[in-house]
């Protein structure tokens, strides 16, 4: 069993930056973490992924360059640093785990799922 428990969203301007964070507990050490966006009236989509052991990463198209994921396998603790936010960034952000290292875009690859924490970026 893994819990996820995200914090860090809030409220800023365009081009401004946030840092989400994600802290898990229970067995994740030989699993991957995801970072899923949700907005009003849309699918959830993939943001970044990364697995624990590697280090291994991927981005959806639309953050890269902008956004960095990391972890602190110490803490069991994953970053996501957001920079050049955009009004288009504006969602609910969710963690996510799997048991498996593979980094997978979709949503339904992931077992485990944190509460979400809003952002949201002004014009």
């Known amino acids: 069993q893994v819990q996820l428990v995200e914090s860090g969203g809030g409220l800023v301007q365009a081009g401004g930056s946030l840092r989400l964070s994600c802290a898990a507990s229970?067995?994740?050490?030989?699993?991957?973490m995801g970072w899923f966006r949700q907005a009003p009236g849309k699918e959830r989509e993939f943001v970044v992924g990364i697995n624990w052991r590697y280090g291994n990463t991927y981005y959806a198209d639309s953050v890269k360059g902008r956004f960095t994921i990391s972890r602190d396998n110490a803490r069991n603790t994953v970053l996501l640093q957001m920079n050049g936010l955009k009004p288009e960034d504006t969602a609910v952000y969710y963690c996510?785990?799997?048991?498996?290292?593979?980094?997978?875009?979709?949503?339904?690859?992931?077992?485990?799922w944190g509460q979400g924490t809003q952002v949201t970026v002004s014009s």
């Open positions: 229970g067995r994740t050490s030989s699993g991957a």
């Open positions: 996510a785990a799997r048991g498996s290292s593979g980094l997978r875009v979709g949503a339904t690859e992931y077992d485990y």
